[in-house]
């Protein structure tokens, strides 16, 4: 160990000779800082969505409001500015309907595509408590980052119940099925008792269950759950060594919804589970 502090203020004297080389290889250094900073920004994008930050709006119906406006609009031309009807007239306004009916359909049909029905919706829970809990011995920028994707995940997907465990560090958001009067500190206990229970800390593949068949006794559960995912969270895989795979936590969402999450929607989580790999 060094006798000497440590000072990032610090200036040492180098010899003339060594100085284009230590140029060259901070160079190198900073742009492989800089680098990484640029890989983790454009992670940051990627599993970001677009919404407009309007609360119970579900941008997916965006579509269908348009149509029902521009409709609305062809109508009202049609019947209170419009006195004398031509052909060409009535055949663009026919089109025009027809391009308005079909944006209204096209929400629903994209969830038919998906499998899901057309009728479900997020719904709150029949039971539990909202709450939002963290583990306190952590970085702060692990807990900025717990925040954030369990707050992304909650408004961008159909869960009603987000639970991130990495190391052992438990972020839980959401409605559960708490015991109740317990406290943070005793309710961070309680889930972790609940995980073991279970097993998911040794999970090494995802989990879906469309329908809570599998999971409908876990006891965190609120009442009401009908769809369930677990997406494990595995080190980044070192191409220099030769190791097994360490499993750094797991990612649990639940919804009222049954056939709640998509391909494309567990593709979505499954990148923001991967911003935690390696992250201290």
Known sequence: M??????P?????????????TTRKSFSIRARLDNSQQEEQQLNLSVLRFTFGIPGFDESYLPRWIGYGFGSLIVLNHFAFSNSVTSAQLRSEVLGLSLAAFSVTLPYLGKFLKGASPVSQKSLPESGEQIFVMSQNISDALKENLAWA???LLRNTN???????IRGELCVRGYWQTPDG??????LEWFERQIENIGLSDLKDSLYFPQSADAGQWEMLPKGTCSVFVQPVIQAPNPSAIEVEKIEGFVLLASSMTYAYSHKDRAWIKAVSNKFRDLR
């Open 159 to 165: 869960s009603i119940s987000v639970l991130i465990s």
């Open 9 to 21: 203020l610090m200036q040492l004297k180098i010899p003339s000779h060594s100085c284009a080389k």
């Open 182 to 187: 317990a406290s943070k500190t005793q309710l």
């Open 150 to 152: 369990t707050y992304v």
């Open 2 to 7: 060094s006798i000497f502090p440590y000072n």
